[in-house]
């Protein structure tokens, strides 16, 4: 029967076969432990329980008589309930730990006993409580009543000593006059009835009032003996003597004669009297000390009775104790004995199960089972050596047998894959030939993308050719159309200020008008370039959106009135004064739709409403719509109305005019901004263009610096002005601009005449064409500088290129400032006012007058001198910085130093030294050090010229 089991099925009859003779030897093990295990149980269920039980109760029981003291010895009821919940909290302790299971050791003799011993603490513990509760209220009742006694007895023996004053005045006045009688012999009789009275009453009643002060004396010193009695004898005595003087203090306040006085002492005497002769024994005064006497003798007896218990209960635990100690002992003995015994059987079992499983290990599995399987692992190291030859035999057990068949599996599957490898061999052959084929086509491919790549950056670079091409004709148009404008309309509005007939002044206004429609176009064509080519840079100011608003408002304002339209502006009342950003854009935008409502209204009105949508004490949101009645944009083209130089259709230029680029600049202008123009229209009604753009919210100016602004500004110097330019028209427009505006004009038509004229004349300001034959503005204005110009002397740029690029270069090489062609007083007078032409009267022109007079007509000299000490104190610091931040070739903190000495220079009205400051800033600002020392310099001896004539126009009178 054997013989047809499994692999498996054997070895698992010998694994039970080993199994059970192991489980003979853990029996044996397992029966001593049992024997150890139920012995520990008993020590722990019944000793330990018991020794902790007795061990707790003992402890609790003598903290308990411990405490008891300190519960007697408590002065106030808080502490008291403190103490009383200390105990209760002990007693319970006492009870839990009596009540123990472990406590059966005792018997139920013992047990009874110890029980009655807790439950008489316990109780002791009540009484105990009692009594000091008792005590505390008849101490404070006793401690009152004590007090009102002696106050009283006090009370009336202050009142005895008035009385006993005014009964010994009144002896002392009878026997005075008793003198008068006795010397008159015929009133000797008065005399003997004086005598009597004297002895009598005055005499008797001085006698009565010294008692009484005597006995209210005795009276608070008994009161005050009482406080401190010891014994029921001593208060007993102190009782007797306290009714005796008690009663005749009662005499003698009936004896008083001032009725209001005796009204007080039988106050006093009542008090005297409720407070101990009138009242029980029990709730007198005297009772309350005796019960206090008594109620000491009551806690000590019961601390007594404690002190016995506890030593009853502490008897009682070593008896728990030794019970414990010998049941432990006794059951330790019999787990011992248990572990002998099954010690003997567990080796004997042990050794046969080793015997048994050994026999069946080495006949069962040896040799059924390792034999064959070693034969099977023979074969399969030869199959992995190579040896496809080899033979297995069929034999054993259903498993070695199914073992047996996967070995031969395995070495024909070895054979069928040695006659893959070699077929796989041939294929990756074949693949590597056709890998080469396709590498040549990639390299193929990749000469070819590379040619490609070639031509499109040939490409790109002919765009950018073009590109640059084009903003080369732009420039050279603007500078080749922009320099005859300076003449023409110059000359146009110079003539047109002169008297003229109204029908000539007319035909001027024409030309005038015509010639700015002109420059408007180029102006439209300069921008959109700009915004084609993305150079649009920006310059972010201090600005009010209301004064641009007004400021574009009031000049559409003439050529809306001249077609009979209406132009109104509504302005939010939550719209902040200033704003920080691009002015210039957001007028350009404004511009240029309300040119275009004004353009494509043939009647009705114009509105140009500014709306706060969302604002803070930061930031404002704002909503500029211009809304029209004119011909309206009909669905289908408005879209396409922002695109460059579209209108609507043909008949609308022919009719209206216009380049259709307003449009296109004003929405890339808004793009720069940070936001978006949308339009609303219908064909007849009118359109709607809204602009939405935020702006940070900028500080509000001053008035004090509003009103020192208008003052500098109404102080305008005579000024010796030299115009460079080598256009005659240009020429002769600037000098009567400059003219008109009451300055000096010398001119000159290249940079050699005008480095004569300069050294001839030393001119206040220079204005300066760029384009100049010879020697260019830029080189002449460097020679200028060098010969000995100086920093001082502003040179202001003048020049028909307007790219911010190209405006840019002429500042940072040296230029103080920019104007741009065609001229206009108005461009003029500002270029020359922002580059440092506009200060001081006539002196060394160091400091602007206007600015620091205004200074000390609104903060008075001692305000302004306490500012010149400062700014004294301070430049001269950061000129030392500026000196170590150049050593460094620190570039960021030079421009950092020259940006804040250039603030204070501005403050104090030092222009010239503010606008040498401006230049090393920027300097410093592009890295460019090799001037730096001497602008450094120049700025020092600026600031002492300076300082020197502010300090003499402040203490001037």
Known sequence: MLSKLGLGARLFIAFLGITALSLSSGVAGWRILREISAAQSRINSEALPGVAAAQRTAEASARLVAAAPALSAVRDEPARASQERELLALAAEIRDAASQSGMALLGSESLATLSGTVDALVSNLAVQNRLVKERLQL??????????????????????ETLVSNASAGASAVVS???????????????????????????????RMWELRLRSSQIALLANRLTRASDRGEVAEIAIGFENHLRVVGRRVASIDDPVRRQQAGAYLQTLESAAGNAPVAASLFGNR???????????????????????VSQVAQDVL???????????????????????????????????????????????VVRRLEALANAMQRLTAGDLAVEVTHEGTRELKALSEAVVAFRDETQTRRSLEIERERTNEELRRHREELQELVDERTAQLQREVESHAAAREKAEMASRAKSDFLATMSHEIRTPMTGMLGMLRIVKNSALPPSQRRQLTTASNSGEALLGILNSILDYSKIESGKLGSD???????????????????PAREKGLKLSLTIDRKLAPRHRG??????????NLVSNAIKFTPKGNIKVVAAVLVGDAGRQSIRISVTDTGIGIPAEERDHI?????????????????TGLGLAISRGLAQSLGGTITVESAVGAGSCFTLNAGFPVAAARSRRSRKRKEESGSGRRRLRVLV??????????????????????????????????????????VVMDISLPGMDGIATAQRLRADGLGLSTPIIAMSAHVFKDEVDHYLGSGMDGYVAKPLTPETLEAAIAKAGGRGAAPGSGQVDRAVLEADIGLLGRAEVGRILGIVEETLPRHFSAMGGALQRQDAVTLARLAHAAFSAASAAGFMPLGHALKVLEESARQGQFEDAARQIRDCEALFRAAMSEARAIASAD
């Open 540 to 558: 972010d100011v201090d600005f009010s959106v209301r004064e641009l608003l007004r400021g574009v408002v009031d000049l559409m304002r003439a």
């Open 177 to 207: 006059n008793l003198y008068s009688l006795i010397d008159d012999p015929a009133r000797h009789g008065e005399a003997y009835d004086a005598l009597d009275r004297l002895i009598e009453q005055d005499i008797y009643l001085l006698d």
């Open 642 to 658: 922002f695109e460059s130089f579209t209108q609507t259709d043909a008949s609308i230029t022919r009719r209206y005019g216009g």
């Open 724 to 765: 460079v330019e080598d256009d005659e028209a240009t020429r002769a427009v600037a000098s009567r601009f400059l003219a008109d505006m009451g300055h000096e004009v010398t001119t000159a038509a290249d940079g050699f005449a005008a480095l004569a004229e300069a050294e001839r004349r030393h001119p206040d300001l």
């Open 322 to 368: 030794r019970n414990s100690e010998d049941f432990a002992r006794a059951t330790s003995a019999q787990a011992e004995r248990a572990v002998n015994v099954g010690l003997y059987v567990l080796v004997i079992t042990s050794l046969v199960a080793v015997a048994i499983s050994g026999l069946i290990v080495w006949l069962y599995v040896e040799r059924g």
């Open 290 to 312: 005796m019960r206090l006497l008594a109620i000491g003798d009551e806690l000590e007896q019961v601390a007594e009775d404690n002190r016995r218990l506890s030593a009853e």
């Open 582 to 591: 691009d002015a210039g854009k957001l007028r350009q935008i404004v511009f």
């Open 139 to 160: 101490q404070r009742g006793f401690a009152e009543r004590a007090e009102r006694i002696i106050a009283a007895a006090t009370a009336i023996v202050d009142l005895s």
